[in-house]
């Protein structure tokens, strides 16, 4: 399958909302690992980079493959794992999300498979180093386990500045503390405390955090099966899009076609808000969608749909 073939197939595949994702398997050191097919912008035969100096230990540096100088991560390094072999047919995979271009060195591509989030699973201990774990889920895949790495979280720690900042709440001026409860649906760890700290700051302190759309949707169903007001339980929905069992597109679909919730205002906040994504979000019924790390517009979306 070519990799421009493999595409059109993921935008049909996001049109169609049926909870599945296509990812590209690759290896380092005889251990696979996967990243979606959305993040991936080509794959490039590993080629000579330019040093940069004081660069962060895992950066190996840069190379311009077109018009754009792009930062290569040595991947096995940041996940302390020794290399094997001679590297002669190592490759690089030049990823964009949040709107920003990244190349990560590994040793081999392997192909593109399609998979349900449903049979993803979140990993129930840390691995591969890091406070927080850099798995953001396990795909049982043929006759593998793949590891589907959190690479905004990679991308956070080597490059802070390019990630949710904390003095953009602040730059946002006085505020009033709200007590409406937000509900928090993000997988990565990082990025959800990060989220959770920065309405937390800017006047948000009644926060629901869950892992993944099938966690928020249980929550959702038994705040529904209270009795009560559903804005007792959750005045807006704040959710990614990539995430186990179940992703932010099937939530959207589901609350925007439950008669008793789908007036909750509900944003998809993600980094891979492209205009086809923004197309099938909208087709959904999402009230915003906007791309990270933009958290003081995420605050003032909130704000106005609150109100």
Same mark, same amino acid.
């Given at each position: ?6 595409? +059109?197939?993921? !935008?049909?595949?996001?049109? +169609? ?14 251990? +696979? ?10 794959? /490039? ?23 754009? =100088? ?15 072999? *001679? ?35 979140? @990993? ?56 409406? @409860? ?10 959800? !405390? ?14 629901? !955090? ?15 099966? +209270? ?13 990614? #899009?990539?995430?186990? /069992? ?6 959207? !679909? ?20 492209? *205009? ?25 979306? #909130?704000?106005?749909? =609150?109100?």
């Amino acid at each position: 399958m070519g990799f421009a073939e493999s595409t +059109s197939q993921t !935008k049909i595949l996001l049109e +169609s909302g049926t909870n599945e994702l296509e990812i590209m398997e690759f290896m380092i050191a005889g251990e +696979s690992f996967g990243i979606n097919v959305a993040k991936v912008r080509e794959i /490039l035969m590993a080629q000579d980079v330019k040093k940069m100096p004081n660069s962060h230990p895992v950066v190996e540096g840069v190379f311009k493959p077109r018009d754009e =100088i792009i930062t290569v991560i040595d991947l096995a390094k940041y996940l302390n794992i020794p290399r094997t072999g *001679e590297g002669t047919h190592d490759i690089f995979i030049v990823t964009h999300f949040n709107k920003l271009s990244f190349a990560f060195h590994v040793e081999n591509v392997v192909g593109i498979g399609r998979v349900s989030w449903e049979e993803i699973r979140k @990993p129930d201990r840390i691995i591969y180093g890091g406070d927080e774990g850099v798995a953001t889920g396990i795909a049982q895949y043929k006759d593998r386990l793949v590891t589907i790495l959190d690479f905004e979280k990679i991308i956070a720690e080597i490059s802070p500045e390019s990630s949710i900042q904390y003095d953009e709440i602040d730059m946002l001026g006085k505020r009033q503390d709200s007590h409406k @409860p937000v509900l928090i649906v993000e997988d990565s760890m990082l990025l959800s !405390k990060m989220i959770v700290d920065c309405l937390h700051r800017a006047g948000y302190k009644n926060t629901i !955090k869950t892992d993944n759309g099938q966690e928020a949707w249980n929550y959702l169903s038994e705040a529904k099966s +209270s009795g009560e007001p559903i804005l007792n339980h959750v005045s807006c929905i704040v959710s990614d #899009i990539e995430m186990p /069992l179940m992703d932010g597109h099937r939530l959207t !679909k589901l609350v925007k076609e439950d008669s008793v919730l789908k007036d909750i205002p509900l944003i998809l906040f993600s980094s891979l808000i492209s *205009e086809e994504i923004y197309i099938k979000g909208k087709e959904l019924g999402a009230d915003e969608q906007i791309t990270k790390p933009e958290i003081a517009n995420l605050v003032s979306i #909130i704000d106005r749909l =609150i109100r």
